[in-house]
């Protein structure tokens, strides 16, 4: 069982990270660029500050991977990654639940689509380079707390059910949108906002492409090696 499940997440991760890898060059990426240009651009145009200078030169100094080979094989080992360890949570789910196949994996992996990119993204949308942003930690913790929340809600709805059980995951889903995501004090980038809400677009289409991907092949594989 332990094996069956490694061997699906592993297999489902290569895949979908590998698939949405692909996209993000061919979409996401130029889009980043273009939007560097336009922070750097804002960065050389605002007035000298010494303090604000020594800041830009600290983060300056912080490793990046360069563009090119480095920048695409970093993304694409971090996609992998992803798709395996959201991998192993889809096959366990299935373990436990008795059930496997492609139509299964798909209804988890658009679950974790829900989740993990479609709930937290209501509140805190992509973000291209140079856009005002709120404090990282409270972006982070509103973030877990909104997937976390989301994934227990939707559980409560499909799995549990019963009237009490759908009036406690509908609370679930709610909560951390009536709470509210941490906001910048202001608004705005140096990108334009054309670019930015295209970024937006393509982040949430390939989101939802590497949950299809990574919930469909994984199924399958799991059920595959079940009559193995």
Known sequence: MFRRIVFAAVLGGLVAGGIASAVQAVRAVPLILQAEVYEEAAEAAKPHDPAASADHQHEADAWVPDDGWERTSFTVLFNVLAGIGFGLLIAAGMALSGRGGWKVGLG???AGYASFVLAPALGLPPELPGTESAPLIARQL?????????????????IRRGALAIALGLALLVLPHAVGAPQPAEHGGAAPVALAREFILIVLITGLIFWIALGAFTGAIYRRLATT
């Not at 509103?142 to 499909?158: E, H, Q, S």
């Open 108 to 110: 988890w992996g658009l």
């Open 142 to 158: 509103w973030w877990v707390a909104t997937a976390g929340a989301t994934a227990a809600g939707l559980a409560l709805i499909l």
